[in-house]
């Protein structure tokens, strides 16, 4: 779907002569990459609009991306698995952060921040089979991700402090990116038990 | 005309670079789906850390 959508822009631009042919599957990546993250900003802006949140929401989804870039956490098979349950992840968190805006619940959303954040220490940088970390990347994306952690917890206690209503957005994107870990981690031990049997 | 395609055509590799460029210096891509990675990628790689 996207994955073949940017392909056939990167063979365009090779058929212009803008980049070379041995380097359209790069370039078909780098337009995946791009045409997915508009593409679930949009679906964002459409599910913030509709419950009446878009810019926690659109916030949340900005959040959410730094720290998914650097932690990693589990990943579909297929990109049709991919849209539908990131589609359905983005869903649940913009309800969650809806449910705890209306019901003033920052003490939760604290909790929720607190429990993501030690998952995000103990499990990342988690990688995929598609793309392997070195040893040396594996400690620099565990520094990174724990920097950024920090850096929503106190931004997270501010808000909370001040009152501030991106603490909600703060809680879910931590939440949902601690969920992606766990699943991510109990997924990889499961396939090295598979493969050790 | 044909300088308007150009100019698309230079952006649009521009910004595949630039998201290139990012996903290179990342664990992974933000979505829950990661292709394999195509070769070329590592030339995006910043050296330094």
């Given at each position: 779907m996207i994955i073949n959508?940017?392909?056939?822009?990167?063979?365009?631009?090779?058929?212009?002569?803008?980049?070379?042919?041995?380097?359209?599957?790069?370039?078909?990546?780098?337009?995946?990459?791009?045409?997915?993250?508009?593409?679930?900003?949009?679906?964002?802006?459409?599910?913030?609009?509709?419950?009446?949140?878009?810019?926690?929401?659109?916030?949340f989804y900005f959040l959410f991306s730094i720290l998914r870039e650097y932690a990693g956490g589990i990943h579909a098979?297929?990109?049709?698995?991919?849209?539908?349950?990131?589609?359905?992840?983005?869903?649940?968190?913009?309800?969650?952060?809806?449910?705890?805006m209306q019901a003033e619940l920052s003490t939760a959303?604290?909790?929720?921040?607190?429990?993501?954040?030690a998952a995000v220490f103990l499990f990342s940088p988690l990688d995929v089979p598609e793309k392997p970390l070195s040893a040396d990347d594996w400690r620099y994306y565990r520094r990174i991700s724990r920097r950024v952690a920090e850096a929503y917890t106190l931004l997270g206690v501010w808000?909370?402090?001040?009152?501030?209503?991106?603490?909600?957005?703060?809680?879910?994107?931590?939440?949902?990116e601690g969920i992606l870990l766990l699943a991510g981690t109990i997924n990889q031990k499961k396939a090295h038990s598979e493969n050790a049997e | 005309m044909k300088n308007t395609k150009e100019m698309v055509a230079?952006?649009?590799?521009?910004?595949?670079?630039?998201?290139?460029r990012r996903d290179a210096n990342r664990t992974?891509?933000?979505?829950?789906?990661?292709?394999?990675?195509?070769?070329?990628?590592?030339?995006?790689?910043?050296?330094?850390?």
């Open positions: 959508l940017g392909e056939k822009i990167a063979h365009k631009l090779a058929a212009s002569g803008t980049i070379s042919s041995e380097d359209i599957d790069l370039y078909g990546y780098g337009f995946f990459l791009l045409l997915s993250s508009a593409l679930y900003l949009v679906v964002v802006a459409i599910f913030g609009s509709a419950f009446g949140i878009l810019w926690e929401s659109i916030v098979k297929t990109e049709h698995g991919c849209m539908l349950s990131t589609i359905l992840a983005l869903l649940l968190s913009i309800i969650e952060i809806r449910k705890m959303a604290m909790v929720f921040l607190i429990v993501g954040c808000a909370a402090v001040f009152g501030w209503p991106i603490l909600y957005s703060i809680a879910a994107s931590v939440t949902l | 230079a952006l649009a590799k521009h910004a595949a670079e630039k998201a290139l992974s891509c933000n979505l829950i789906y990661q292709p394999k990675i195509p070769n070329g990628l590592y030339r995006f790689k910043k050296e330094k850390r």
